[in-house]
């Protein structure tokens, strides 16, 4: 377990950060825009279960945890063999969760506008977030090394959030469609 005693370290005054390795960088270098991207993907879930109970809070709840997984992965550069990495086993949870989810749900006949209710709302936000996050894990990758389960998992996480905000905006019912040039 993590044991933070002291808060501040003034270790980043002058615009510097630490990796999982230890190795110092820029606080905008690539790997810290990834793994910061996922903070604020995590930050946003955690607005949406503000929202949400029982079976959705509970998958967002584990999400949450497997974010801090993500950005512990994503904070350490070099072997795959060290350090805490995403695991095959996350994202089969995530696709067995989608799987069962999407059953459930009214067929798509256009795309869905951001909304609903106020959690599926929330979790439109958090989705569009954790694109940001794979887009930037994505181009790390073309840089230097990352776990491509990190890419896999941030990508299927995304349809994941897509798919929960449809079911609690009562399995797709009172989800709001796109009408192409509606407005011409």
Known sequence: MVRLTRIYTRGGDAGETSLGGG???QKHD???EAYGTVDEANAAIGLARLETEGEA????????????DLGADLCRPGSLDE???IAQSQIDRLESEIDALNE???PLESFVLPGGGRAAAALHLA???VRRAERLITA???QESVNPLAVIYA???SDHLFVLARHLNDDGATDTLWIPGANR
């Open 127 to 129: 989705r569009t977030v």
């Open 23 to 25: 190795a110092r960088v």
């Open 155 to 157: 990508n299927r996480l």
């Open 83 to 85: 350090g805490l990495r």
């Open 57 to 68: 809070d509970a998958m967002l709840e584990r999400i949450q945890n497997d974010l801090f």
């Open 104 to 106: 459930r749900l009214k």
């Open 30 to 32: 690539p790997r810290v």
């Open 140 to 142: 790390l990758a073309e």
